[in-house]
């Protein structure tokens, strides 16, 4: 009987030493992408036009990037690689101009 609770908890005890192991290293490794809800890192730039607003990343990480506007128009939080870029609304016929950009999370919310 003991070799059996010895062969069961053995696996049970490695995958939960395991699993903290992994969650210390996540917790002390720090994020190279900028807080949400922040100004992404300057090697971040845009140009906006009437029809469309291009979004490049300049920098040496993967950046998750949204658009602010003037009207508060929701835009899409977009992954961009490095040396890429992204594309989004322009500030059309109604001057709706791009204010900021933004990082954001890319994940998207439980339910949707």
Do not use: K
């Amino acid at each position: 009987m003991s070799n059996l609770l010895s062969r069961i908890s053995h696996p049970a005890a490695l995958t939960a030493t395991t699993a903290a192991g992994l969650l210390m290293a996540l917790t002390a490794t720090p994020s190279a992408a900028a807080a949400v809800n922040t100004a992404p890192p300057e090697c971040v730039q845009y140009h906006s036009s009437w029809r469309y607003t291009h979004v490049a990343n300049g920098c040496d990480a993967a950046v998750a990037v949204t658009v602010e506007y003037t009207n508060g128009q929701d835009a899409p939080c977009r992954v961009i690689q490095p040396g890429e870029w992204a594309t989004f609304s322009g500030y059309g016929t109604q001057s709706n101009y791009v204010t900021a950009l933004r990082s954001c999370d890319p994940t998207p919310a439980a339910g949707v």
